[in-house]
Each structure stands twice: as structure tokens, then as C-alpha cells.
DNA sequence: CAGTGGTCTAGACCACTGA
DNA sequence: CAGTGGTCTAGACCACTGT
């Protein structure tokens, strides 16, 4: 006797017939009551089948009008990013911090403008390097708001990277990422053994809490960093 | 009278307990039996609302062991990755697309190893820009399977992308995505309108249909580009 | 205004896994 | 082995939106 039909089996059924071609883009996707009499299965379960589908971008769905095959295949591609510790370790190598500065000073405009701090705030600069079997793996530009973290100006970020005091200090925030190419400048060249005019990779990160800015942070990978995921 | 609790209330709730520190990391959560009690709901309304902050990271599930906040908040990006033509339009600009060379080769080595292409493939070359209201936006170095795509060998790409022309014909795959910097050498400066030595961001993609390769690309974005989203 | 998806319920059985 | 989440069901009402 067969067991149930899950809303996996559905799921990849559709999928089937979406990449087989029975389905094309654009075409029309039977309706849920449809969908659970064919398979033999409760509306719910069609709806969850039907419903990842559509936020991993495979179909679109609205009332009345249907579910379709999506036009132009919206990619949706899902990054996970760790914490450099994890990240390193993940990779089965040591990981090792070093902090290289730390001082309290006004935020320059820039940081202003990005953070929508006003002029009077002061912010922890810290510069730091994350390291994996020893050799330089990230660089670390981070600037706290001390309005909103004055504890901060008392932490200890020569053992314990900004990263991890803060994921203690502010669990959960929202957060702005964006990834973006740098060139090393004679100083990252230094600190990550490249040489001046090497491409890097870097992740630039603003995050709020309850609408009022945390940090910014600069990440840099070393040369050759790549950021990969399947979809 | 009070409309029905939805899972979106209870996920909030649930959230805002989180971010305000009432459950710190760590902490373990009620079970679904006793949040259903306390919320006056269903037992599958506190599923779904707990099952969504397992997905997005917020949260770890396991049975028997229950429901905790995540240790370290796993952050999890999601960027789309739209075609270039709309992404293009959708910044209100005006797209146009040109075809710089198209060569039928064989597969080189590197391609070979990156695709499992066996010795004998041959595989259609392609060299294309994209120009986002007249200046260079995209510069594409596209390798599509011939022994998959044979048709693709009489298409015309003088005047569609060979990006939609995939779309259409081989409609949904899996790929694998990753990001990088890379530096401009002289052609890609030319063909970007900057400096040699500049740096780029850059997409890669490999693409296979039921476990054969269709296609490996290289998208090299002007200088400056950032890929941003919020989490 | 009628069709479609969005969501909730109350109950059930099951799979996994920690104690 | 017992507690927790994972999933399904059958039915219901509702919100949105195209025709």
C-alpha cells in the first residue's frame, strides 16, 4: 500500500513537469482543488507544495487569475554568512583574531550619512584581521555607535572580535549587505599579504536595531575569495 | 470582535521577544502545544509561524529537543538574480545589447573539468556587452554545450542575448553561482570604458538540466557595481 | 460577483531523537 | 520510551482581484 503523497512528492513532481517542458513559461497551473484531486491529496497539502514553489521563485501566484510558470525565471540565489570564526573553522581550519586599532572618535560623515547619526555621535573604530591556519583571511573595518552601545567604550576587542561581542550585545537586528570588488591599497596589501592593486572581495554590512543604526562594517576577503551557492 | 490570530502575529510576537532580549540565544522557546494554548490558536498556526523563523534563520527546531534561539544568528542573504535586460529597465534606463564575437571550439581544459564535458564536446563561444542608457553596463563570456544545445549552433545572437535566448529554451535548471573580484585587463577595460587594472565584480554561473551541462558564464559588471539586499 | 489562493481549525498519526 | 516537531486531512471562511 502506498503511503501518503507528501507536499515533497508534489513539489517535485510539478518540477518535474516544469523542467521536462510539459509545462513552459508562462503556462497556466491547474488550480489547488484540481491539483488535490489529481493527486489524491487534502487542498493544504497542494498549498505548501504550491507555495514554496512560488517563493523560491519557480511560479507566481494570484487570486483568481492562477498560478503560472513563471516568465523569466527569477533566480533566487541564498547566501548563508557565518561568522568568520565559523566560516574558518567550517573549512576545518585554526582560526586565529588579532586586533590592530581601537579608537573612540566623531563619525565622519560618511558614516554619518550611511547611519543617519547626527553630528554629536561618537563611534568605536575598530580595525581588525581574522586569520585561517595562519595566513591573513579577512580584514575587519568596524564602526560601532557608541549612543546606542556605550558599553561598547569598556569592551575588550583584543581577544574577542566586534563580531562576536555584538551578536551577544544585539542578537538580532536588520540588516543592509551589499557585495561589491576594492582594490588592496598599499596598507590591505600589508595586512593581508597580497600586493598593492590586487582585486578583492568585500561585504559592506549596516545593521539597525528597532530603526536605530548598530554598526557598520567592511569586510575583505583575501585574493581569490569566492562566495558560492547553488540553487 | 477580535479578528482570527494569524502565524504573522504569532511570528512577530515571537520576534519582537527575540530582539527585545526576553529570549536570549540560546534560550529554549515553549513547545508548539503550549504556544497554541497561550496564543488561543491552533497548534498548525504556531507550526507555520515557528517553521518560518527556522527558515530564516531566527531560530533551531529539533524534535524531541524543542525550539531554541539560534546561538549565533545564522544570517541568511537572498539576492535575485534577474535577467540583465530587465535589470537594466527596472532601474529606468534604457537597454541595449550587442554581440562581439560567437565561435564554435572545442572545450578548453578549464571548461571541461568545470562542466565534466568529455574530450570531444564542442562548445559555442560568446563575447557580448550590454549597455545600460548608452555606457557599458555587462560584459558576458558565455560557453554554451553544443552536445546538449545543438541548436544553439544555428541561432542568431546578433540580436538576442544568448541569456533569454537559454531562458527559452532550456527554461528551469540547476546552477551553481559564485562572486568574485577580478581585475580589468586591457580588453575587459575597453570594453568597460576603464582603466586596466580596475577592479570588478563578478558573477560566474554553471548551469545543468537533469545533471548535463548547458552552460557556464562569466558576467563582469562595470566599476562600482554592488549587489545589495537586506536580511 | 465569482473564482482562486490564503489561512485557520481540530484532530490524527508518525518520525525522529534525547534522556 | 516518551516528548517534540513534521505532516496530513476535511472542512470552513475570507481576501483579493480579474472579468
Redesign the interface.
Known sequence: MPQHTTYRDIKADI?RK??K?DW??GASIPNEIELAASYGVARATVNRAMRELAEE??IERKRKAGSK?RM????????????VR?EIEDQGQAYRYAMISSAVEGAPDWLRARLNLDTTTEVLHLVCMHFADGSPYQYEDRWINLALLPEAREADFSALGPN?WL??AV?????????????ADQALANHLSCSP??????LERSTW??DRAVTYVRLVYRP????????
Open positions: 518540477l516544469i523542467t517542458g513552459r513559461p521563485g519557480i510558470v523569466s525565471p527569477l533566480r533566487r540565489a541564498r547566501f548563508d554568512i557565518p561568522l565559523r562576536e551578536v551577544a542578537p538580532f537586528s536588520d540588516a543592509e549587505i551589499s557585495f561589491s570588488a576594492a582594490t592593486g590586487d582585486p578583492l572581495f568585500q536595531w528597532q581569490g575569495h569566492r562566495m558560492t551557492t547553488r540553487y
